[in-house]
Structures are given as C-alpha cells and as structure tokens.
C-alpha cells in the first residue's frame, strides 16, 4: 500500500509537485492554510476530473465512502499511471468521493474553468 502520512513530506510535495499546475493552485489558494500533499491531490483529482466531465455520472452514484486505505491505493495507481504519461487517466469512484469530502475546491475549481473560458472566448 502506498501511504502518504510515511512519506517524507519534502520528496512527495516536490513529485505531487510536478503535477499540480499553478493555475489548480491559484484556484484553492484561498481555501487552503497550508498544501499538503493530500490536499494537492484531492484538487488535482478535481481538476482532472473537472476537465474530463466526471461530474455529471460519478457523483449521482451512491457510493459508500472510500477508506483512507482505499483512497491512498488508488493515488498510488494513478501516481504511477501519470508518471508513466497517462496524465487524462482519472479514478472515477476516487473522484466521487473526493467531491463528497472537498464541495469547496470544487466549487473554486469550476469558477476558475468559467473564468477561463470567458476570458478566451474575448
């Protein structure tokens, strides 16, 4: 199992890193005191899912929450998956739950998308 709370912080907050745009963050920076690497995850599963329209299927389904367990497991599959160049790939059970936990980043997430939008748009 792959276990963020025993990692060193430094070395997964410099790989999560290379993940995170800074624009993701920008976007939650006013609901976050501190990004810890499973808040930078959290909203980069948002974002991912965000911009493959998850939305609309995976939050309808009535899924029990996902265990700290399960959750970690799927990161460190999609972990491996984007640093092996599959960065579109998104867990959609993983997605649903973190939309349950974080409606705030969600929302942020969604403002940001629109104000982008109409920004190029002009």
């Known amino acids: 199992m792959f276990d963020l709370a025993s990692q060193p912080?430094?070395?997964w907050q410099s790989y999560v890193s290379e993940f995170v745009p800074q624009s993701l963050r920008e976007?939650?920076?006013h609901?976050?005191?501190e990004f810890t690497v499973a808040y930078l995850l959290d909203c980069l599963i948002l974002e991912k899912g965000l911009r493959n329209r998850?939305?609309?299927n995976s939050t309808r389904q009535a899924n029990t929450p996902l265990t700290n367990e399960d959750r970690t497991d799927r990161f460190a599959v999609l972990l491996r998956?984007?640093?092996e160049g599959c960065h579109t790939v998104v867990d959609e059970r993983l997605f649903a739950d973190t939309v349950r936990r974080r409606p705030a980043e969600l929302e942020a997430l969604r403002k940001h998308f629109r104000e982008t939008a109409l920004r190029t748009k002009k």
């Open 54 to 56: 998850l939305l609309a």
């Open 9 to 11: 912080q430094s070395v």
């Open 27 to 29: 976007a939650v920076a």
């Open 31 to 33: 609901l976050a005191e």
């Open 81 to 83: 998956l984007w640093a």
